[in-house]
């Protein structure tokens, strides 16, 4: 084996070697407090927590026998945030919504709470000249220059103060319906107020929308007449504006009652028309004329189609007709012919003049449209600058009329509202009403021992808990295999359970009990951390009574057992303690004899123990100790018998306030430290292994004795269900 291949105790090999049971579990990261801490806690602390519950618990019985008992009566009360309207006018105050419904009755539900309303029951049911709510030792307290009047204001004082402390009322979730308490400790007391409450807040209800009506109707009343007279004073401007303006308004006529409007402009649009069909007329009667203008009048459609000239036409033709027939027969001079040819002639000139007539008559109806025409547009002229003088001017009637109708408006709103708000003066909405009186209660509701006990066991778990972290934080001891590598920088080389002392005996004779598992991979640890060269331990503690002297006893007899010739030394000079553990006597001649030289080694070794087991026990024990400690011989003692046996082991004193154990701990291959869990603060075990490390001495590891697993916050068999696997135990 190189020398890179020993082991130099560092902590190395010993994490190597060490089944998974023998590890220290990692400290979980990032988590404060795990539930092992608080499991632990618990059992440490079992006996503080139980004893401050049961206090708890006795004092909440003894408060809860003592106490007066108290009465509570309930009557309820159904309120309608929307009312029951019967007429217009009762919803005086409107604007809850439904979101609001909630604030609704949470104001309710103060109101009932307040001091105004407690005075109001006060004053209905005189509890001021009672005893029964006041007691009967009240007047005791009175003030000798008080006089009745003052007595009795400050007795219904008194009185509603107690009524605001034994009221209460909640605001409900699923209902509109709101519970009215009270407490008291008479049961009729407690009935009677719980009724008068309700009583109360119905009628301050119903006070409050007669006042909430009567103030409306007040201030409407008020309010029409400031509106009347600014109406009237509204109209009055109005009318001297449009007579100082010449402005004359005609009502509406329009099938939709159109507004009214002015002399001027009703002119206007009638002008407009007339012109607007003029104009018409003329274009029609011009476009008549230009047609016909150069056309003959004998062409014309006019007296080709008139009756008069037809007939002369007619006539003309017969006329022609006879000339004919006699022109035949006759000359031109002849009588009958010159009077038919002076007859045609007439005819002729007749026809010529109707005709001319007919055209003359279509360019007169033109001339008669155009001359109407330029009227009109003379006319229309001149109103469209009246109307336009006079739209300025109505933009300022317009504003009066509009203010004048504003008010009209506000006017008839404030009389309807006035109408309807006094119709419905008298009448009760009915927003609340009864719905369950209060009985008289047959057994008190206070105090309750289930909470009363219920609440001390809540206190005292608080205070257990308290106290319990509190102890904690001022208690460094080791409990935990977690935390020993953390804080004392030792490598765990193994752990025992804690045994009693009683069991002991019974556990080490038993290779398969959970103590001897445990010191069996103990020592398979050891013997593969050190070698065969390196063959002289020391086992120290920090304290006496932690287990170093058996753990050195056991540990002694598994190596004999393992086929090692083992010499077991007891080096406590102060408490020796080997002999006793082995039941053997102690002898005369032991360790200081053979390192003074007294003695030899042969003689004061004690044989037959074990197989392959030799002890050498103190004898007399010296008076400087540490003399003997310090000296070469004991050098020279362990040079021997390092030679001479394969294991030597070292049962020395502990460590604080002695200086046995550091000056052995120079000399020994190797020192493992005993600790016993639960007992030894973590401050006291890393000064003790940094004397031992001071002093020069190679600390391999660390034992830790008598674990309790529930101490540490674990299960009972959470360390142990390994060893016993072989032992025929099952769990």
């Not at 408060?63 to 929307?82: D, F, G, H, R």
């Not at 008194?158 to 409900?172: D, I, K, Q, S």
């Not at 070794?605 to 197989?611: L, N």
Request: negative net charge; charged residues 25%.
């Amino acid at each position: 084996m190189t020398p890179s291949d020993q082991p130099d105790g560092s902590g190395t090999w010993l994490e190597t070697y060490m089944p998974d049971n023998q590890l220290v579990p990692a400290a979980p990261t990032g988590q404060l407090i795990s539930l092992a801490t608080v499991r632990g806690i618990l059992f440490r602390q079992r006996w503080l927590i139980s004893g401050v519950l049961l206090a708890a618990i006795t004092i909440g019985l003894v408060i809860t026998l003592l106490a007066t008992p108290m009465y509570q009566a309930t009557a309820k009360v159904s309120v309608e945030p929307y009312g029951a309207f019967i007429l217009e006018g009762q919803d005086v105050e409107q604007g809850i919504a439904s979101n609001q419904v909630g604030d609704y009755l949470a104001t309710k539900v103060e109101l009932i709470r307040s001091r105004s309303l407690a005075e109001v029951v006060v004053a209905d049911r005189q509890l001021g000249e009672r005893y029964d709510l006041l007691g009967e030792d009240i007047d005791t307290r009175r003030s000798p220059d008080m006089s009745d009047e003052q007595w009795l204001e400050a007795k219904n004082a008194m009185a509603a103060t107690r009524l605001v402390g034994g009221v209460t009322a909640e605001v409900p979730d699923m209902s509109w319906v709101i519970p009215i308490s009270f407490n008291s400790d008479n049961p009729r007391l407690a009935a009677e107020m719980a009724n008068a409450y309700a009583d109360a807040f119905i009628s301050s209800d119903s006070r409050e929308s007669l006042e909430g009506n009567e103030y409306a109707i007040e201030y409407l009343r008020d309010q029409i007449e400031v509106v009347r007279g600014r109406l009237e004073e509204a109209e009055r401007e109005t009318n001297t504006y449009a007579r100082s303006s010449g402005i004359i308004v005609q009502p509406g006529t329009g099938e939709e009652g159109t507004g009214n409007t002015t002399l001027t402009s009703s002119n206007l649009a009638s002008i407009s028309g007339r012109f607007a069909d003029a104009r018409a007329a003329r274009i029609a009667a011009e476009q008549k004329w230009r047609a016909i203008q150069s056309i003959p009048a004998s062409q014309l459609p006019e007296v080709q189609n008139n009756s008069v000239l037809q007939n002369l036409v007619a006539n003309r033709t017969g006329k022609l007709t006879e000339l004919a027939e006699l022109r035949q027969r006759y000359s031109d001079e002849f009588p009958q012919i010159a009077n038919l040819l002076a007859q045609i002639e007439i005819l002729d000139t007749q026809i010529e003049r109707s005709s001319a007539d007919i055209k003359a008559t279509v360019r007169n109806e033109f001339i008669v449209a155009r001359n109407q025409e330029q009227a009109l547009q003379n006319e229309l002229n001149s109103l469209s600058n009246d109307s336009l003088a006079e739209q300025d001017e109505m933009v300022q009637l317009t504003v009066y009329e509009r203010q004048a109708e504003a008010l009209r408006q506000q006017l008839r709103s404030l009389l309807e509202r006035f109408n309807q708000i006094s119709s419905a003066a008298n009448v009760n909405s009915g927003t609340m009403t009864t719905i369950e009186n209060a009985l008289i209660p047959s057994v008190p509701y206070a105090p309750s021992l289930i909470q009363n006990l219920g609440f001390a066991l809540v206190l005292g778990i608080g205070l257990a808990a308290g106290l319990a972290v509190l102890r904690e934080m001022f208690d460094d001891r080791v409990r935990s295999l977690d935390e020993v590598e953390q804080k004392i920088d030792l490598p765990l080389i193994g752990h025992t359970p804690h045994v009693s002392e009683k069991d002991i005996d019974v556990e080490s004779s038993n290779n398969f009990t959970s103590l001897m598992e445990a010191y069996a991979s103990i020592k398979a640890a050891i013997e593969f951390s050190l070698p065969r060269s390196r063959n002289v331990l020391q086992l120290t503690s920090t304290h006496e009574s932690e287990g170093k002297s058996t753990t050195a006893v056991v540990l002694a007899e598994l190596f004999a057992r393992s086929g090692r010739k083992t010499l077991l030394i007891d080096a406590d000079l102060r408490r020796p303690s080997v002999a006793r553990l082995l039941e053997l006597e102690r002898p005369k001649t032991g360790l200081i004899e053979v390192i003074l030289g007294h003695a030899k080694l042969e003689d004061a070794i004690v044989k037959g123990v074990h197989e392959n087991l030799e002890v050498l026990p103190i004898g007399a024990i010296p008076p400087n100790p540490t003399e003997v400690l310090a000296s070469d011989e004991l050098a020279e003692f362990i040079a021997k018998v390092r030679e001479e046996y394969s294991l030597v082991i070292f049962d020395s004193c502990p460590v604080l306030g002695l200086a046995d154990a550091p000056l052995l701990a120079r000399l020994v291959d190797g020192t493992i430290f005993v600790l016993e869990a639960n007992k030894v603060p973590f401050a006291q075990a890393r000064n003790a292994v940094k004397r031992l490390r001071s002093s020069g001495g190679n600390v391999l590891g660390l034992i830790l004795t008598k674990y309790r697993a529930l101490e540490a916050g674990h299960s009972y068999g959470y360390q142990y269900s390994y060893y016993e696997y072989g032992s025929g135990v099952e769990r």
